[in-house]
């Protein structure tokens, strides 16, 4: 089954470190970071979980959850979250997924056989509070995921929901914003666009970021 940005995000009931888990019950009216692992007790796998543990006061403020899944069992993960607090230094306070007849994975299309016949690669998916899938990313499984840029759409999501406006290129909370094609008309770049705008190309329209 192959993912696309826009689609319902398949749920599930599976077993994970915090217990038996629905996932749209779970999720509820949060937005959601949902993230695969090739397997517990690797080393690349550690230090993302203790950055996503790390995150936690960020993703909060973006009402956020995080749940990880690799296909070891539940036992697995409860012994491998041990080893993340104690070298990581923080505290793991979200679910990982315990994928072992790979039922999830397999929704998500996580396993990639030229990759691995078993393994999940390093996928990631945000989805909203709707349930919509927002951002897919796969990683190899030797390249470690950054997080900074996942907060970092997070926030151009979240932004362009609310106000009509693009984010450019290499955007951070804060920076200029693009005003869509779409919008024409001088009464409504008026309106929507109270700070005014530059348009050094009539199809380049920069405008400062609405106040959220």
């Not at 749209?24 to 690349?44: C, I, K, M, Q, R």
């Not at 104690?86 to 030229?114: C, S, W």
């Not at 989805?127 to 390249?143: A, F, G, Q």
């Amino acid at each position: 089954m192959t993912i696309r940005l826009g689609d319902t995000a398949p749920d599930f009931e599976q077993d994970s470190s915090i217990g038996k888990l629905k996932f749209h019950e779970w999720a509820g009216n949060s937005w959601v970071v949902l993230f695969s692992h090739p397997a517990d007790f690797t080393p690349v796998c550690t230090t993302e979980l203790g950055l996503t543990a790390k995150l936690k006061p960020e993703f909060d403020k973006r009402n956020v959850k995080a749940i990880a899944l690799s296909v070891d069992p539940a036992e697995s993960h409860t012994a491998w979250i041990k080893d993340i607090e104690e070298t990581q230094n923080t505290v793991v306070g979200f679910p990982i997924i315990a994928d072992a007849d790979r039922k999830v994975a397999t929704l998500y299309d996580m396993i990639h056989p030229e990759a691995s016949a078993t393994a999940t690669v390093r996928t990631l998916f945000v989805i909203d509070p709707n349930k919509k899938v927002r951002l897919s990313i796969t990683y190899p499984m030797s390249t470690g995921r950054n997080f900074d840029e996942v907060l970092r759409v997070i926030d151009a999501l979240q932004l362009t929901d609310g106000y009509t406006v693009a984010t450019p290129g290499n955007w951070k909370d804060g920076d200029d914003v693009i005003i869509p094609l779409t919008v024409q008309d001088p009464e409504v770049l008026k309106q929507k666009y109270p700070k005014g705008f530059s348009a050094p190309r009539p199809y380049l329209r920069v405008t400062p970021q609405p106040n959220k």
